[in-house]
């Protein structure tokens, strides 16, 4: 019997060989990631079906306000994730894009009579879509590999997604500065300060994705050649 293995014995050695145990970090981070995936379905099937099947965005905030609060709270997370080097996610770009957010769910919408407006709905929808794509896609990740249409979404969609989503944004802070304003001329202020901050920080957000993207498209492009 020859002492080599023939190419069809390593074949099937390397098939039938066992995955390697997925670590402490790992799992943690497959179970975050897949909860925070469905708590972000949940909220999305709840936009689609109150603003676009019932027609009803203007009082999607009785129905999802709470959810909306504590499911983009639950985010905050993910600055601990980056600051302790959980992952390898820029702490600056994290933090600035759930701070915000969370300023607007708890403070902007919380405190000033803006829950109302079209933008409420739009936002929530552009944050939906958003991160149940995002996470799917760690998910998989973490697990084996992603499919290519969702690698598209993931790398593609951002350049509809942000700008409705930050537009929203930027809508509900333009909207509660009157209201602010009466309250204290100083809190008016300071929401035309965090305007005005939105213009260089989606700037940051918008070339931080379309470094990503570049990056993934190559690597995808190599691996085909």
């Given at each position: 019997?020859?002492?080599?293995?023939?190419?069809?014995?390593?074949l099937a050695a390397t098939a039938t060989r066992e995955p390697a145990p997925l670590t402490p970090k790992t799992k943690y981070l497959i179970s975050y990631n897949?909860?925070?995936?469905?708590?972000?379905i949940a909220l999305l099937h709840r936009v689609i079906s109150e603003s676009?099947?019932?027609?009803?965005?203007?009082?999607?905030?009785?129905?999802?306000?709470?959810?909306?609060?504590?499911?983009?709270?639950?985010?905050?997370?993910?600055?601990g994730h980056s600051l302790f080097g959980i992952v390898r996610a820029p702490l600056f770009t994290t933090g600035l894009q759930v701070l915000s957010r969370v300023v607007l769910i708890w403070g902007i919408v919380e405190n000033f009579p803006v829950e109302r407006e079209v933008a409420y709905s739009t936002m929530l929808f552009a944050w939906s879509v958003t991160e149940v794509v995002r996470y799917s896609y760690f998910v998989l990740s973490l697990?084996?590999?992603?499919?290519?249409?969702?690698?598209?979404?993931?790398?593609?969609?951002?350049?509809?997604?942000?700008?409705?989503?930050?537009?929203?944004?930027?809508?509900?802070?333009?909207?509660?500065?009157?209201?602010?304003?009466?309250?204290?001329?100083?809190?008016?202020?300071?929401?035309?300060?965090?305007?005005?901050?939105?213009?260089?920080?989606?700037?940051?957000?918008?070339?931080?994705?379309?470094?990503?993207?570049?990056?993934?498209?190559?690597g995808k492009q190599r691996a085909k050649e």
């Amino acid at each position: 019997m020859s002492a080599h293995q023939t190419t069809s014995e390593k074949l099937a050695a390397t098939a039938t060989r066992e995955p390697a145990p997925l670590t402490p970090k790992t799992k943690y981070l497959i179970s975050y990631n897949l909860i925070s995936a469905g708590l972000w379905i949940a909220l999305l099937h709840r936009v689609i079906s109150e603003s676009l099947l019932k027609g009803h965005p203007h009082q999607l905030y009785d129905i999802t306000g709470t959810y909306a609060r504590w499911v983009q709270t639950v985010a905050l997370l993910e600055v601990g994730h980056s600051l302790f080097g959980i992952v390898r996610a820029p702490l600056f770009t994290t933090g600035l894009q759930v701070l915000s957010r969370v300023v607007l769910i708890w403070g902007i919408v919380e405190n000033f009579p803006v829950e109302r407006e079209v933008a409420y709905s739009t936002m929530l929808f552009a944050w939906s879509v958003t991160e149940v794509v995002r996470y799917s896609y760690f998910v998989l990740s973490l697990t084996g590999s992603v499919p290519d249409g969702l690698v598209w979404l993931r790398y593609n969609l951002f350049f509809v997604l942000y700008p409705l989503g930050i537009g929203s944004e930027v809508w509900l802070v333009f909207k509660s500065i009157p209201a602010a304003s009466k309250q204290n001329p100083l809190l008016g202020y300071a929401l035309m300060a965090i305007m005005g901050i939105y213009v260089p920080g989606s700037y940051v957000l918008y070339t931080h994705m379309m470094a990503q993207r570049r990056r993934v498209m190559r690597g995808k492009q190599r691996a085909k050649e």
